[in-house]
């Protein structure tokens, strides 16, 4: 069964961000969870509007917390955001008007390294930005 936890590996060094996070790759751990034991198309839908509405909040907390800092390449971060944002709203859509109302396993992937890969690149440079402004 496909499953993804927070560990320490995904730590930005900044708790709030860290936070956010967790509650995230949790969200995304109750969408795996969910396809795999085969549960109903509304769910999944439920599920998929949670996680859409959780990165929502979550890119809005960490563009305010960028610009509180200074961030320099805060523009390039916040374009990645919205490229997230629209995937999402593509796969709901998508989802919706699917005839299996199934997810496949490529979109669970693309979800799964998209968010690995942006905490592990993009979002560590935060705190590596912090790190060394202070
Ligand atoms: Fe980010």
């Avoid at 969870?33 to 085969?38: D, E, H, L, Q, R």
């Avoid at 992937?109 to 930005?129: A, R, S």
Wanted: hydrophobic fraction near 35%; charge should be negative.
């Amino acid at each position: 069964m496909k499953s993804i936890k927070w560990n320490l590996d995904l730590s930005v060094g900044i708790e709030e961000i860290d936070e956010d996070h967790r509650r995230l790759i949790k969200c995304l751990d109750d969408l795996f969870t969910a396809c795999s034991v085969g549960q109903g198309p509304q769910v999944l839908t439920d599920i998929l509007q949670r996680l859409q509405q959780y990165t929502r909040e979550h890119f809005s907390h960490e563009e305010d917390y960028m610009q509180k800092i200074a961030y320099p390449i805060l523009e390039e971060h916040r374009a990645l955001h919205t490229e997230l944002v629209s995937e999402l709203d593509d796969i709901i859509e998508q989802h919706k008007l699917g005839d299996t109302h199934e997810l496949s396993n490529q979109t669970l992937q693309f979800l799964e390294d998209w968010l690995t890969h942006h905490i592990l690149i993009e979002d560590k440079k935060i705190g590596k930005f912090l790190g060394a402004a202070q």
